[in-house]
């Protein structure tokens, strides 16, 4: 969802407070995509003077996800924070409390639409795809499926030899081409 900034910048130390939906239905990273299956941001916005917006946003998003040994489906919720200091007129964005200075200082953002639209979908997704962790897993210590006969090991042994060679059923080979690179 959009919100208009207009408002906010037509006085000097105006302040505003508000609960955005993320209206996408999915996000999409790394030519995945995840279903949102809840998704707001609670953003605190400042608008000092001169178009300049202190920006606070903590993003909810539940994203459905798969376990990347058995492909059970996984509901991962994520709570991430996100400030910077806009400068409406430059388009640009000033990260706050960036340990790491040479980073994103006045970086383009492509959250502002217009000089005067904040698109809280966009935020939050780049907000997310710095954070998404490299696999999920439905518990530390799954087992994963047997990459010869598919069964989800975490259910009992399925008798295949541990040394066989390569899958036998073609729709296997994908599931067995993420275990070489676990
Ligand atoms: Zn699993
Ligand atoms: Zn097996």
């Known amino acids: 969802m959009q919100i208009d900034l207009s408002e906010l910048t037509a006085a000097n130390d105006s302040r505003k407070e508000c609960t955005v939906p993320i209206e996408k239905a999915e996000f999409s990273f790394q030519k995945e995509q995840y279903p949102v299956e809840e998704g707001h941001c609670d953003l605190r916005l400042h608008h000092s ?6 920006l606070e946003a ?3 998003i539940v994203l ?3 376990c ?5 489906p996984l509901s991962e919720p994520f709570d991430l924070t996100y400030s910077c200091k806009l400068d409406l007129n430059k388009k640009t964005a000033t990260k706050k409390e ?5 980073d994103d200082e006045d970086a383009f953002v492509n959250f502002l639409i217009n000089d005067r639209f904040l698109d809280v979908d966009a935020l939050a997704f780049d907000t997310l795809s ?3 962790p490299f696999a999920v897993y439905c518990t530390e210590d799954c087992k994963g499926l047997c990459p010869v006969c598919g069964k989800n090991l975490n259910e009992g042994d399925c008798g295949c030899s541990a040394t ?5 059923d073609p729709r296997m080979a994908r599931i067995a081409d993420l275990f070489k690179e676990v």
């Not at 066989?164 to 036998?168: R, T, V």
């Open 68 to 72: 990347a040994r058995c492909a059970k």
């Open 49 to 54: 003077a001169d178009r300049q917006v202190e």
């Open 58 to 60: 903590t993003i909810h």
């Open 64 to 66: 459905m996800m798969a």
């Open 164 to 168: 066989a060679d390569e899958p036998k």
């Open 130 to 132: 710095v954070n998404m």
């Open 98 to 102: 960036e340990t790491d200075e040479d």
